[in-house]
């Protein structure tokens, strides 16, 4: 574990493992293989709980999720507890809200707001729940054997973690018509075509490195910076008026940020011909 890895130990859970490849970068990896890392009602809190440390880490500035195995990213709701689930007593009202997602949605990624980039490193099969963490995760990089696809309506069920809305804001309304209303699988380079994702890894070994490679870049900014160019970036996708989104931001962010230590030291090691010695986000 590098030097630069959170000072508090992160929440445990059995459905993930964690790694720091690099400075400021946690690598969460799903890990259930053997059911295509499908995840079952109390990973999504699990996951949730996760996130919501790695917010608050002073020393991790960004994120990237995979899957463990060469088959699936995430193969979204374990059907197999649903099953089984229907077949049990009635859940006592504590039961029942255990079965539902957070408010940040499936993985806690699919509707999260959060603070810090998610990067989706997707390793083979999104669909359902996995899809729909990608659509929400800041960027995205697929292997060559990845595929994508929301194929709830086959199933009778309809795409209901949020993927819908980030669907049609990325690719419009046509475009993510046909894809939730026919359940089609789209492969990586189609994806790529519709800008649902940012690379195709040169080959499904290196997906991994190369989403760290990403990772390292995002790191090198100011920390600060990240946080509130991430929030602008957000809030413009999620408020109907460009000049209202640029408002939020601007009132949220825009003085604690010129006058935090990260801008002045940006400036100083401009000036002095130097990289930049960032301090842990304040904001």
């Known amino acids: ?81 649903l099953r089984q689930l229907r077949d049990a007593p009635p859940p006592t009202p504590a039961e029942a809200a255990q079965r539902r997602h957070p408010r940040s949605g499936f993985a806690g990624l699919s509707r999260r707001e959060g603070r810090k980039p998610v990067i989706a490193a997707v ?33 009778g069920i309809y795409a ?14 046509q475009v993510a018509s046909e894809i939730a209303l026919t359940g089609r699988t789209l492969n990586a380079q189609e994806a790529k075509e519709l800008r649902l994702i940012n690379h195709i890894s040169r080959t499904p070994e290196s997906l991994v490195e190369e989403a760290v490679e990403l990772a390292k870049q995002v790191a090198k900014i100011s920390p600060d910076a990240a946080i509130v160019t991430r929030a602008g970036l957000r809030q413009a996708w999620e408020t109907a008026s460009v000049e209202r989104a640029y ?37």
């Open 1 to 81: 574990m590098s030097s630069s890895a959170p000072t508090s130990p992160p929440p445990s859970s059995q459905t993930y493992l964690l790694t720091h490849p690099t400075p400021h970068t946690l690598l969460i990896t799903l890990n259930r293989p053997s059911s295509m890392n499908a995840l079952p009602h109390s990973a999504h809190w699990d996951l949730s709980a996760l996130l919501t440390w790695y917010d608050a880490s002073p020393t991790l500035r960004v994120a990237i999720i995979t899957g463990a195995g060469t088959k699936a990213f995430c193969a979204g709701q374990d059907l197999l507890e």
């Open 123 to 155: 390793n083979g099969v999104a669909l359902g729940g996995g899809f729909e963490i990608c659509l929400n995760c800041d960027m995205t990089i697929a292997s060559p054997t990845a595929t994508f696809g929301l194929p709830e309506a086959l199933r």
């Open 247 to 283: 408002q939020i931001t601007q009132e949220r962010f825009g003085e604690a940020l010129i006058g935090g230590e990260n801008a002045k030291e940006g400036l100083r090691a401009f000036a002095e011909k130097r990289e930049p010695r960032w301090l842990p986000s304040k904001l």
């Open 160 to 173: 209901g973690a949020g993927g819908l809305p980030r669907l049609i804001r990325t690719v419009g309304l």
